[in-house]
Nanobody
């Protein structure tokens, strides 16, 4: 059973920006580390960014300096701000608990293309 709902994806030109949101229905949401993951066509799902319950963040090398993960525990929401987008960022983006997983949500499609 999915514990999150992702939103905010879309079509954007290379170099553009998008902001994703992930709303959770989970009790005690603030106690969990969370992550944003992505899966491109024909590739395995990969971790893009994570944020601890205390707000410490980590990023994959491929997005470091371009993406920012944040959270609002009062709203039970995690965000991913994506800047300087590249074609290789095209994927379905998911959020989930990190590193232990809940059920996956439906994800949100991000397409970077001119």
């Amino acid at each position: 059973q999915a514990q999150v709902v992702e939103s905010g994806g879309g079509l954007v030109q290379p170099g553009g920006s998008l902001g994703l949101s992930c709303a959770s229905s989970r009790s005690f949401f603030g106690a969990y580390a969370m992550g944003w993951y992505r899966q491109a066509p024909g590739k395995q799902r990969e971790l893009v960014a994570s944020i601890s319950s205390g707000g410490s963040t980590n990023y994959a090398d491929s997005v470091k300096g371009r993406f920012t993960i944040s959270r609002d525990n009062a709203k039970k929401t995690v965000y991913l701000q994506m800047n300087s987008l590249k074609a290789e960022d095209t994927a379905v983006y998911y959020c989930n608990r990190y590193p232990d997983l809940w059920g996956w949500g439906q994800g949100t499609q991000v397409t970077v293309s001119s």
